[in-house]
């Protein structure tokens, strides 16, 4: 049993020990909230966060918020569900190593409950270059490292494949039991809207939602400038994933209302928010643990995009953080 090698350092995100220590301290310590966002980190009672995994110059910032939120008192394991972005997988998979390498410190594989999570026979596992090639678990394990910084942690790592809603349900049953130990917390790996040619992806709003004004495709039908300004892309684009991020967000919805929901609005716009099976996992955790009496609430706490998109020929990432409480 190996140990998985940062494979990204020095590409996505600096390599360095102690630059990557203070690069993250100071995307840490920029999280000032005001007091409309009516956010005090850290948050009591935090059991996961959502938070984005692209490179740290464009997406640590935003992370940063949701990583802030974490109560790390008597915390002990965390699980990472991260999407699958170069292998096709209609399933969950896991990790086939003892360890994972970060630069500033390594974070020791909990092979107890990957065994029990094997056992059940629902998992597959993802080979070495899989694991090392998939950089939406990798991009977490720096900032684990350091917000838990001092303790005696290890980590569960689930690759997320393009699994249905009810495979969503079903593996979130599974993981319910285990993310319901109050040692165990549970980060969950998404970036939001992918917007642009090079994405294949030219969703657009000509009006805010709702409107009886159908969205159209940017790079199938012609748009006048005039149209773009009034409404430029960017807004578009947020409008869209705030669409999605309302619902999300519990309350008001229940965690099975939010599961629902955010299938048909995905089945609606084909968003391409790349760990949208992930939140399902977690969407359908949470409902196995509301039937259990548990009041989980899902909160928003920052919204940012890589870059303003003004024209057709523009593209940007959008990143989204929020935080867990049940």
């Known amino acids: 049993m190996a140990v998985r090698r940062a494979t990204h350092a020095n590409s996505w995100y600096t390599g360095g020990n102690s630059k990557l220590d203070s690069e993250l301290s100071s995307f840490l310590e920029a999280v000032k909230p005001d007091d409309e966002d009516e956010f005090s980190p850290p948050v009591k009672g935090c059991k996961a966060i959502i938070a984005p995994h692209a490179g740290y110059s464009y997406s640590g910032p935003a992370a940063a918020w949701a990583y802030k939120s974490i109560d790390t008192t008597g915390i002990k394991r965390v699980f990472i569900l991260g999407p699958s972005h170069h292998v096709y997988l209609d399933g969950c998979a896991l990790s086939e190593c003892k360890e994972y390498e970060t630069p500033i410190g390594n974070l020791p594989l909990d092979l107890d ?35 838990f910084e001092g303790r005696d942690i290890s980590i569960v790592p689930i690759l997320v494949g393009a699994i249905d809603r009810e495979k969503e ?15 165990t917390f549970c980060v969950v790996s998404s970036d939001f809207c992918h917007w642009g040619a090079r994405f294949h992806y030219t969703f657009y709003y000509a009006e805010p939602p709702p409107s009886p004004t159908p969205p159209i495709r940017l790079a199938q039908t012609g748009v006048s400038q005039a149209l773009l300004s009034k409404h430029p892309i960017h807004a578009s684009i947020s409008a869209l994933d705030h669409e999605a991020m309302e619902l999300l967000t519990m309350p008001p919805f229940t965690a099975s209302q939010a599961h629902h929901n955010f299938a048909d609005y995905l089945a609606k716009t084909k968003n391409t928010i790349c760990g949208r099976h992930p939140i399902g996992v977690l969407l359908g955790a949470l409902t196995a643990l509301q039937r259990e009496g548990k009041a989980p609430k899902l909160k928003w706490v920052r919204y940012e995009q890589s870059s303003q ?11 989204a953080s929020a935080y867990v409480t049940f």
């Open 113 to 147: 409950t990957i065994k029990e999570l094997r056992d059940t026979g629902k998992f597959s596992d993802m080979d070495r270059q899989t694991d090392e090639d998939e950089h939406s678990i990798e991009m977490h394990l720096p900032y684990i490292r350091k917000v």
């Open 169 to 183: 349900a079903s593996f979130g049953a599974v993981l319910a039991p285990f993310l319901s130990r109050e040692d």
């Open 309 to 319: 998109c003004v024209s057709v020929h523009d593209s940007s990432v959008s990143y």
